[in-house]
């Protein structure tokens, strides 16, 4: 009987909030036609794109305001969709299907525009993310300036390991934006980080500035200089840049503890380990989440701290009680490799093995994208970080050395990946393979624009001082 009432309440509620819903007369604040005819409704959707841009922790808050108005919104439920497959969780997979089921429903009543988002979403749950971005791209040829689509091609090809893309679509678009479009600050910001991950370090600065000046919310344009300064060498001036600038990145979502983290990292390489850890304790890890961004920004420090011959106290204990849940996800290798640096060499061998194993099987099936990249570079990458746990370091050069190559694949930045590129070039060290480790700290620098940064100048001494005799297996406490 309850189950009935609810469904007559349900019928009622729907007819209601169709009213919200109405003919393509109205625009939303980056000029784009909405089917949302409710002029409150419509200045919640603008607030939730606009947190989508500004990685704005109200976002969700927003997005729910517009869908508890408008649930036949069918741009918004993709949204929710996919904003969840974002969060690279296999349990969030039967929302997202839910949100795509919710979309489907009102499908015929939206704008072509909102249609290809509902689309993008069917294509990311059906393991191809990559046809979501082609699909994205097909919005920005007829609507250039749909901020959104911009942001969420950006985004997934952030994820996919893209970042020529990334920078081609910005510049496809940019030309369409008029100066006083309210998304052309984020747009900035995005190309600042676009230009800054294919190497354009000081157009990248510039652009970052200027992202931040018209938007100063954009934490990710905020960001974007922070990595120009991580890329190139600079912690004192990436550190100048980030003070005083807190409350650009103060209203974000969990991405705050990731600049928290990019700050954490000036520390360590100016050799104030003692700050890193604070900020580890007070700022990078303050919620102690199972959420694979917080886990890799995480793991990610104690093991750059631990490389450079600093102890972390019990520090991974609770992330790697965490990730010993995570083996079976197999959302995203980048996340996996993450959860691998919590499991691999401490008390977690037996699910650090399961965690490798489940790579290997879904290297083997590749159904879908995140498959593939399972098998490259997740193999050889899961067994030289599992290899390099078990301190057989020849073992791990010779994996984490042929996972080099396809890296980039695993989505994120370079400053992220490098990581496991610190721990290519110690494996090779405390191997003693000095020719093949200087090769790649040679690399290393022609990537960086020829900034070289502490880590690598203290191998290079650690190198000079294996040919001439001296032990190479201890590393340096800076
Ligand atoms: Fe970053």
């Not at 000029?31 to 419509?42: D, F, H, K, P």
């Not at 009680?321 to 691998?340: K, M, P, Q, V």
Request: net charge negative; glycine share 8%.
């Amino acid at each position: 009987m309850a189950f009935r009432a609810g469904l007559i309440l349900g019928a009622a509620q729907n007819i209601l909030f169709q009213a919200e819903i109405g003919p393509p007369m109205t625009q939303d604040i980056f000029g784009q036609e909405t089917s949302l005819s409710s002029a409150g409704t419509r200045k919640s959707w603008d607030a939730a794109q606009l947190g989508v841009l500004a990685h704005s922790a109200s976002t969700a808050e927003h997005l729910g305001a517009v869908l508890a108005a408008a649930p036949g919104f069918v741009l918004g439920q993709a949204i929710k969709g996919l904003s969840l497959l974002m969060l690279g969780r296999s349990e969030l997979l039967p929302m997202a299907r839910e949100a795509l089921k919710d979309a489907k429903a009102n499908y015929d009543s939206a704008l072509p525009r909102e249609q290809r988002y509902v689309d993008a979403l069917e294509a990311w749950l059906h393991g191809r993310p990559s046809r979501s971005i082609q699909i994205m791209e097909r919005v920005l040829t007829d609507f250039p300036t749909d901020t959104l689509a911009m942001k969420l091609s950006h985004g997934i090809r952030f994820i996919m390991g893209d970042p020529k893309g990334m920078r081609e679509s910005i510049e496809r678009v940019m030309p369409a934006y008029a100066p006083e479009h309210a998304g052309r600050g984020y747009l900035l910001g995005c190309y600042s980080f676009a230009l800054e991950e294919t190497g354009s370090y000081e157009k990248a600065e510039v652009t970052g500035r200027q992202a931040l000046w018209m938007a100063p919310d954009d934490a990710w344009g905020l960001h974007s200089v922070a990595h120009v300064h991580e890329m190139t060498g600079n912690a004192k001036q990436g550190l100048d840049w980030l003070e005083g600038r807190e409350e650009a990145w103060d209203h974000c979502n969990n991405f705050r503890y990731h600049v928290w983290w990019h700050k954490a990292l000036m520390h360590l390489d100016l050799g104030q380990a003692d700050k890193a850890l604070v900020l580890y304790d007070t700022e990078v890890r303050k919620d102690k989440t199972d959420d694979y961004r917080d886990i890799s920004n995480a793991t990610s420090l104690l093991m750059r701290l631990e490389l450079n011959g600093h102890a972390v106290g019990n520090r991974w204990e609770e992330l790697s009680e965490l990730c010993a849940n995570r083996t079976e996800d197999g959302s995203l290798i980048f996340a996996d490799l993450h959860y691998l640096l919590a499991l691999a060499g401490r008390d977690r061998k037996a699910e650090a093995r399961r965690l490798v194993t489940r790579i290997h099987e879904d290297a083997k099936t590749r159904n879908n994208e995140a498959q593939e990249r399972m098998a490259s570079p997740g193999c050889h990458a899961a067994n030289g970080l599992e290899a390099f746990g078990d301190g057989d370091y020849t073992l791990a050069f010779a994996h984490l050395t042929r996972a080099r190559k396809d890296m980039q694949l695993a989505g994120g930045s370079h400053a992220q990946r490098d990581v496991f590129e610190r721990m290519t070039i110690d494996a090779g060290l405390r191997a003693g393979e000095f020719d093949a480790a200087e090769a790649i700290l040679d690399d290393r620098r022609a990537k960086r624009a020829g900034g070289e940064d502490n880590y690598a100048l203290a191998r290079r001494e650690l190198i000079a001082a294996g040919r001439s005799g001296t032990d190479s297996q201890s590393m340096p406490a800076e």
